[in-house]
């Protein structure tokens, strides 16, 4: 029999946070995410500015990091874009090639960008009343295409690790840019595999 390490506990969806109460809040603004979009140059002339905005916020609840037990974590895309390239998550892999992950959107609108390791993408929205399953093996990234915030809550196991490497390194192969005030999904040139 094993010793259960933590007793039930339930959530609210909602509110400026997504879930209530969270453990823990992250927050990534444009200098943490250098590197990930297209247009670097322009990256720096903003930071070079002292311009430094909030591309988005994760509230979690983490649970212990063994099998079995699955962490919560619900992420803020604020609405944004440097050039055309609309404001996302920098993306990963989970370093345990088995775990999955499930999403549940609450606000807004979205693109959920997933790569397997062959650099193959498949792309889904996510919104209000979506919900949305990333298999084993794909990266994936969230990216912001509304014009307010995206909010969407995440679930997976607490063990499967957070890959973000293998991403900065190669970028994805799509990019989602604007043109004419609509998303669009192209090739990114910079793709290395
Ligand atoms: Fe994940």
Do not use: C, W
């Amino acid at each position: 029999m094993v010793k259960p390490l933590i007793e039930p506990f339930s959530l609210v969806l909602g509110g400026s946070s997504g879930i209530k109460p969270y453990k823990v809040r992250l927050e990534r603004r444009l200098s943490d995410l250098r590197g990930f979009f297209h247009n670097r140059r322009l990256v720096e002339e903003k930071l070079s500015r002292g311009e430094n905005p909030k591309v988005y916020e994760v509230y979690e609840v983490p649970q212990e990091p063994v099998s079995g037990h699955l962490s919560l974590a619900s992420t803020v895309i604020f609405p944004g874009k440097v050039g055309d390239e609309y404001y996302f998550t920098k993306g990963h892999f989970h370093e345990k090639e088995d775990a999955s992950e499930v999403y549940i959107g609450l606000e807004g609108e979205g693109i959920i960008l997933m790569q397997n390791r062959e650099g193959e993408v498949r792309h889904l929205r996510i919104g209000p009343n979506v919900v949305l399953y990333v298999p084993p093996g794909f990266a994936h990234r969230t990216v912001n295409v509304g014009s307010s915030r995206l909010v969407f809550l995440a679930i997976y196991p607490s063990d499967a690790g957070h890959d973000y490497g293998s991403i900065a390194e190669t970028g994805f192969a799509k990019l989602v840019l604007e043109r004419e005030g609509r998303p669009v999904i192209v090739d990114n040139p910079s793709y290395s595999e």
